[in-house]
């Protein structure tokens, strides 16, 4: 016969006290110590039909950087890291500003320290175009170019190694204009695109260009349980929330971002700097 155990209220208190005392550590850690903590992802993309002059290219993504003031010291540390990483390409994709666009010129002195063979690239993310705030897009595409880094807005660019690199401009009011940015390319090129919002992936895939699609947005979800759905997900990123996906002939990689959304923790989610290498896919 199994033995009951009366709970009395000394005993409730000290479970509650408990509770909370564990509550309180648990958003603490997650406040002060891991939302501020980067660290680095190697992730290796096999690619098919790959130019051997391609084989073995490192890429370094950043993404979601908002609010720059209260996580400059996280943008910092992933900004030596991405230095000391000496990748061939840096690849940033989006979400320099959260509710002020101002905050895009405390970004000009950290970003213009970095520097690649192939270059530095930047695309927009969705609160940098907010139309509802004027401004807004020119004050965050004027820091990136003071900052030295060229913007891809539904545009391309050949990189000198033969790659080519697209930038798709994409807000809830306008279609991604991803023909315009891939205007001239074709299937013989080696295309990645720097695409914001990952959940356009699935329509990015049918076009049979795009090799590789570097996405952010989502933060990985900020909040991360096993066996658990993240408690918030943004529009257009529900479906792809973190890591590398495989669509069709497309690869995905979803970036966890260096910032946080409207609540300033990260469990078991922490900040991140992609370091990606592009092999050819073996048969």
Known sequence: MQRQIAITVPMLKQLLLGGGILTAATVGYGVLIEAKRPIIERITIPIDNLPPQLDGMTIVQLSDFHPAGSHRSTLLKAIEITRQLAPDL??????????NAAEALRLIVPFST??????????????DIWEAVPRREQ?????????????????????????????????????????????????????????????????????????????????????????????HLP?????????????????????????????????????????????????
Not at 90 to 99: A, C, E, F, H, N
Not at 115 to 122: D, E, F, H, L, T
Not at 143 to 150: E, F, N, Q, R, T
Not at 169 to 186: F, M
């Open 90 to 99: 840096i690849v940033l994709t989006g979400d320099y500003v959260d509710r």
């Open 114 to 127: 970095l520097s690649a063979p192939q270059g530095v690239y930047a695309c927009l993310g969705n609160r």
């Open 139 to 231: 004050i965050v595409t004027y820091s990136l170019a003071y900052a030295g880094i060229p913007l891809l807005k539904n545009a391309h660019v050949r990189l000198p190694n033969g790659l080519v690199l697209a930038g798709i401009r994409c807000t809830p009011l306008e279609a991604a204009d991803l023909p315009r940015a891939l205007d001239g390319v074709t299937a013989a090129d080696t295309v990645i695109a720097l695409v914001h919002r990952p959940d356009f992936a699935d329509a990015f895939a049918q076009d049979g260009r795009i090799a590789l699609q570097l996405s952010g947005h989502t933060h990985g979800g900020q909040i991360v349980v096993p066996g658990m759905r993240p408690p």
């Open 235 to 283: 529009h257009y990123g529900k479906k792809y929330v973190a890591g590398k996906y495989r669509i069709g002939r497309m690869w995905l990689y979803v970036n966890r971002g260096i910032g946080t959304g409207s609540y300033p923790i990260r469990l078991n989610c922490p900040p991140e700097v992609t370091h990606l290498t592009l092999i050819a896919a073996r048969s």
